[in-house]
């Protein structure tokens, strides 16, 4: 088995053992494994694993030192076992291996949902009236995770109920001052601000974390939701912290991650960020209506989180070949929460 079949900073033996370890586990593992890298994510490495009769995905922590809570697939796998019979569409979980003995971390192995992921949320080579369409089924399907009875699913203590804004602002200042490689005043100044203008409303639903275009998957050929991916930042928390970070495409540049701010939205076909947010609240109207705050909250968020790439981009140890430029996007992040505010 060549290097290039192999997981991340694995040996030939390791490969070995986890063909084995998947061929008496898995019905239809069998003949030759066939290892490849699924590019572009910079989180949890993953990887497709074919044999003849069975496509695979494997998902497991990054190698190395990482933040506390980070990159706990443990709860993706939880989270997606618990959606199967739901109407929130995701891949079958297969196993979950908690012992890094195989392949040196902990790592799960789920079902192959054949469709498309679009790293560009302007969702390139898609007619315009399918844009359209795919871009409310993500409001709907959204909607949909919102709805799913989480006490039901044994998700009572899947996360904490109640003072969700409250908590996760403290929880990624305390990131911020974990993973800062440099200084962005935008950040202190949000790090002020956001406790002193939380809302009123209290309403705890599944919150996927980072819901957006690049995390779902459609149909190969029809504007439908098949899957919805990576959950590692999965909890109980407030359906609004979903619907702000999904709507950041509206206020985000196309060299900004995932915006489209600067396309020619009605020649795409795209719909308006105001259609987007009533398509969700046509199905999920007791979430109650976006803030500045809701904004503001999520663009801090995901400033964090790029320094936390950043910051395992300077220690060697990130998952993806352009984690250090993407790093460099936290502080865009931080300014255009600060815009959000400003504008309102």
């Known amino acids: 088995m060549s290097a290039a079949d192999r997981l991340d900073g694995t040996s030939s033996d390791c490969m070995v053992r986890l063909d084995e370890f998947l061929r008496q586990r898995i019905e239809g593992a069998s003949g030759a494994m066939v290892l490849k890298r699924i590019d572009g994510g910079q989180s949890n490495p993953t990887f497709f694993v074919d044999y003849a009769q069975r496509r695979l995905v494997l998902r497991k922590r990054p190698a190395g030192p990482l933040l506390p809570s980070a990159h706990a697939i443990d709860r993706e796998y939880r989270i997606m076992s618990a959606l199967a019979n739901t109407g929130v569409p995701v891949p079958r979980m297969l196993l979950y291996h908690a012992d890094p003995d195989l392949i040196g971390t902990a790592f799960y192995v789920m079902e192959r949902v ?27 399907t959204l909607a949909a995770l919102h709805h799913v009875d989480w006490r039901a699913q044994d998700l009572a203590d899947f996360g904490r109920q109640g003072n969700y804004f409250e908590r996760q602002i403290a929880r990624w200042s305390r990131q911020w001052a974990l993973s800062r490689t ?15 203008h939380l809302p009123d409303d209290d309403v705890t639903t599944i919150a996927h974390g980072d819901f957006r275009i690049g995390n779902l998957m459609f149909h190969p050929t029809e504007p439908r939701v098949v899957a919805v991916l990576d959950w590692e930042l999965a909890t109980l928390g407030h359906p609004l912290a979903d619907l702000a970070y999904s709507a950041l495409a509206w206020r985000l540049r196309s060299d900004e991650y995932m915006g489209m701010r600067d396309r020619d939205l009605a020649a795409l076909g ?18 109650g209506c976006l803030v500045p705050f809701h904004s503001a909250f999520a663009l801090f968020r995901l400033a964090v989180i790029f320094e936390g790439i950043a910051s395992r981009a300077a220690s060697g140890v990130a998952s993806a070949e352009n984690a250090q430029d993407v790093g460099r996007l936290g502080v865009v992040f931080a300014r255009r929460a600060i815009e959000a505010i400003e504008s309102a």
């Not at 054949?114 to 009236?129: M, N, Q, T």
């Not at 440099?182 to 002193?196: G, S, T």
């Open 114 to 140: 054949e469709g498309r992921v679009f790293a560009d949320c302007s969702l390139p080579g898609v007619a315009a009236c399918d844009r359209r369409s795919m871009v409310l089924a993500m409001a709907e």
């Open 270 to 287: 795209i719909p308006t960020q105001a259609e987007y947010l009533d398509a969700y609240s046509a199905c999920a109207p007791e979430s």
């Open 182 to 196: 440099r200084e962005i005043p935008e950040v202190e100044q949000l790090i002020q601000w956001l406790p002193a």
